[in-house]
């Protein structure tokens, strides 16, 4: 019997065998894939189980990392003044995942990214304990609060920027929320009670909400005129009637008020007095096409990410010129984000060059290391130089003798335009209060920000955007440049 | 081979029992450490214990089995103790296992209770050949043992299986313990038949058939088969008997065509139950598919089990999370009884797992090499019996764990959580070990021919 015994035995040798090869195939082909899963919830206790990086603004972490020793997680997220960086932090939850730059940049916070490698290796040979990078961002800890602050209790966002490098200096959005209130695993009704908050506080106005800019949209109107050839000159005077009936229909368009003087008014004197009649008639005379390529180079149509993905911000592809008209002046279907109109004051600002906006200045590991640095970039010349110059010159005007004079700052040089963007049924909400402005000190530092405030209850443009808006700018840009 | 002046290797089996009770006791250490960065209070306790009972055990095999296996006693020690700290340490993950409890203390004392088993076997069973004798008994035995569970009602918790008995708050698995008893038919009945198996058989289409009287036993065992797999849900013991069953029966008759017949008729069986039983096709559909069940709608009656194994295995990686320090609790319910080797694959890696599996193809091989070395036909096929059942045991178990096969539930043999297979499997160990003496033992006489038997085997 012994034949078939050394074969039985030559069998259980293949079963195990076969055992072998198979966790082989598991545990040393497929590891990954297994271990990524998107079903392991051990990644999710993995981030947990040791101190996440922070995020860093103004030199100060903005984020911690508490050791709570739980169950399951060991550390949970905590923000200071939570509800100010949420929009610029996003939330990072032990249940429900994570938003915003926590979830970006997940891979440095949490340590797992690959160019963490060495130093983690190195740490876990000398016995150190893992710990996640910290992510530094560009905003301005000073002009965040100031933005914050000035909101108060308004609905709307803040947007600034560094002209030069496109370096995100602000960032608000309000109503806010805590994201410390939704880090944990017992925060259900919290999360439960956010998510069905009318006003939507988890959501970010600034880079994720597209408004009408109303009449903030005359600045790319008047830059596109100027790089079109149509007027030399800001003095130049337009043949407009008022009111100005919309090319191809018998509907007049009119100004806010009939104290206006728009009929034939200079582009100058119609951007100081925000004159729907003047720009809605360059819109048209420009045509679609000359008007979408302008709004693009100022970043309509793109996608901007900062990494954070902003929504596109459109100009439309209108089928009829009345239309084009009155989407020249940021009504009709044109859509910005705070984002955009804040790029478009940077670009003017900027003599023309518009900088790719980011939110993310460097990466560093737990030792302090720099793993990456951003480097600027242009995105694109909106414009000539001497275009610039001009818009800038209109934009100076609109403070100080039109209507923007609420962001006038002793000391600094300021350019802005207001806006009260009609919206609704038959413009039947409470129309949105824009500002969008520039400000520049003497030795050649400079800040530009946008500002919207929803439902601004003033219906009248120029008063609105100018009444409700300026002050936030201006409180923002003085912070920023730090008078 | 030659028994005369086999040297006994009762030392080399004292230095290996002191590494097996050694490892543990280090791997409990290692827990304690990476779980409450302190050595854990039970340290000295515990491997006082296991060391007491592998002694114990030790010297009872000096006084009564002194040419046993040297090899057999030190693995089974060994993956006994391994076993016991896994269990331990998955109790410390008590609060995130659902319906945990603590099993580590019970795990000890059923150990404990198995060594006893085993020196029972030892003192008392003073030659395996006597077994024989109970050749007819122990398949009653077998077919009670086996039946008993179908009259107990199931319970939701044991996954649709039917396969304990419970009385009061005791529960035993009697499907280990007919493991063995099974065997001892076996291979009482093919020792007086195999002549008649192999021989007394008509060649039809190159095959041999054998004659229906000689056939009907094993119709009956395979009807048996299937239908313990349909009234109690349970295929890991119905391909292990069946399994078990060809495989001796091929040893026995020599004969290769046995294996074709074992074959075929086990894909007839599983295919007609596969049709019929849901359960089957369940398990079938979750080895297929294993990450199903975390759908958004998962199909019904699926399992996260094998799809959260998948993962602890693959988390763990070439060399593991380190003891202590993996997530195996996600595994959930079944982590300390069939999933155990995923806590395991997850903790120690696929080195771990290398180093597990080849402690059980030790073991069984030295259970084979005992009946290669067995001196007596009755010898020969109950030790091929008792080995090939633990492999084929270990491979379904194993397979399933790691997706190899379809899940059929079973234990680990001496790792997993369980009282009847802990118990039945220090027997089994005892028994070879009796065989393995009385091959090794120099100078020892044949026994003499019993009624049926042909002399001493080739």
Known sequence: ???????????????????????????????????????????????????????????????????????????????????????????????????????????????????????????????????????????????????????????????????????????????????????????????????????????????????????????????????????????????????????????????????????????????????????????????????????????????????????????????????????????????????????????????????????????RSASLTTISKHTEKQFSQAMSPATAQKMQDMMVSVVENGTGKNARIPGLQVGGKTGTAQHGENNASLPFAWFTSWAKTSDGQSVAVAVVVEDGSDNRDGISGGRLAAPIAKAVMQAALGK | MSPQGAPNRRNTELALLVFAVLLPVLAYANVGLAMDSALPSGMLGYGLGMGSLALVAHLLVRRYAPYADPLMLPLAALLNGLGVVMIWRLDKAGKLLSGNFPAAANQLMWSALGVALFIGVMVFLKDHRVLQRYTYISMVVALVLLAAPAFFPARAEDFGAKIWIRIGGFSIQPGEFAKIVLTVFFAGYLMVKRDALALASRRFMGLYLPRGRDLGPIVVIWLLSLLILIFENDLGTSFLFFGLFVVMLYVATERTSWILFGLLMSVGGATAVTMTASHVKTRIDAWLDPMAAFAPKPPKGSTEQIGQSLMALGSGGVTGSGLGQGRSWLINFAAKSDFILGSFGEELGLAGLMAIFLLYALLIQRGLRTAIAARDPFGKLFAVGLASAMALQVFVVAGGVTGLIPLTGMTMPFLAQGGSSVVANWALIAVLLKISDSARRPGAEPAPATEGQRGPAR
């Open chain 1, 1 to 363: 019997m012994n034949k078939p015994i050394r074969r039985v035995s030559i069998f259980c040798l293949v079963l195990i065998l076969a055992l072998m090869l198979r966790t082989n195939w598991v545990q040393g082909v497929q590891a990954d894939s297994w271990a990524s899963n998107p079903n392991n919830k051990r990644q999710l206790f993995d981030r947990y189980t040791h101190p996440r990086g922070n995020i860093i603004a103004g030199g100060q972490p903005v984020t911690k990392s508490d050791f709570v020793n739980g169950v399951r997680y060991k550390y949970k997220r905590s923000w200071i003044d939570g509800p100010m960086w949420a929009p610029v932090t996003g939330y990072s939850s032990q249940v429900f995942g994570s938003n915003g730059l926590e979830n970006l940049e997940d891979g440095i916070l949490s340590g797992t990214d690959d160019r963490l490698f060495f130093r983690n290796t190195l740490d876990m040979l000398t016995g150190e304990q893992k710990k996640g990078g910290d992510v530094v961002t560009t905003i301005n800890a000073k002009a965040q609060k100031a933005a914050f602050d000035a909101m108060g209790n308004k609905k709307g966002a803040v947007v600034a920027l560094d002209p030069k490098t496109g370096a995100i200096l602000a960032l608000v959005s309000t109503p806010s929320y805590d994201p410390s209130t939704i880090s944990g695993s017992e925060d259900g009704d919290a999360w439960k009670a956010l998510n069905a908050d009318p006003n939507k506080p988890m959501d970010n106005r600034a880079l994720k909400y597209t408004y009408p800019p109303g009449s903030t949209f005359k600045l790319v109107t008047a830059t596109a005129a100027f790089e079109n050839g149509m007027f030399q000159n800001i003095d130049d005077t337009t043949q407009t009637p008022d009111p100005y009936v919309l090319p191809g229909t018998k509907t007049e368009l009119k100004n806010e008020s009939p104290q206006e003087q728009c009929e034939n008014a200079t582009l100058k004197s119609a951007m100081d007095q925000s004159c729907n009649t003047v720009y809605a008639k360059i819109g048209a005379d420009l045509g679609k096409d000359k008007m979408r390529a302008q709004a693009e180079k100022f970043g309509f149509d793109s996608t901007i990410d900062t990494p954070v993905r902003a929504e596109k911000s459109i100009f439309p592809n209108s089928a009829s010129l009345d239309g084009t008209a009155q989407d020249s002046i940021g009504q009709h279907d044109t859509r910005a984000t705070p984002l955009q109109m804040a790029m478009v004051s940077a670009a003017i600002a900027n003599n023309g060059s518009l900088m790719q906006p980011y939110l993310i200045d460097s990466e």
